[in-house]
């Protein structure tokens, strides 16, 4: 018997593999994926710690939350990829100085 064999072709295409629209899921994902990116990014100079230290702490909320609610194996891929990156982020931050600049 013929199967029919899809083929994906975007990236929503990848995050919505069951066929049915997640605005918000894939949302929260792509969000989760750039705060990661961004506070991984930050720690490259010593001196943006508070940026990596916040944007690491928010990226991990945002994450936690896509993971909570996400629906398909992409989602979850990419709030995972990003949410790791944002734990680096923060550690590395904390490593510098931490979200609080030396006030404690």
Known sequence: ???????????????NSDGR???????????TLVLGAIAVFTTLAPGLHLVSSWVG?????????AQFI????????????GLGASAVGLYIGIAHGGPFGGLF
Not at 7 to 12: E, I, K
Not at 57 to 65: C, P
Not at 70 to 81: V, Y
């Open 70 to 81: 996400s629906s398909t194996t992409g989602e979850r891929f990419m709030a995972i990829i």
């Open 57 to 65: 702490i928010v990226g991990i909320a945002t994450g936690l939350w």
């Open 21 to 31: 629209a997640h605005p918000v899921e894939n949302t929260l994902a792509a969000v």
């Open 1 to 15: 018997m013929a199967q029919a064999v899809k083929t994906q072709r975007n990236l929503l295409s990848f995050l």
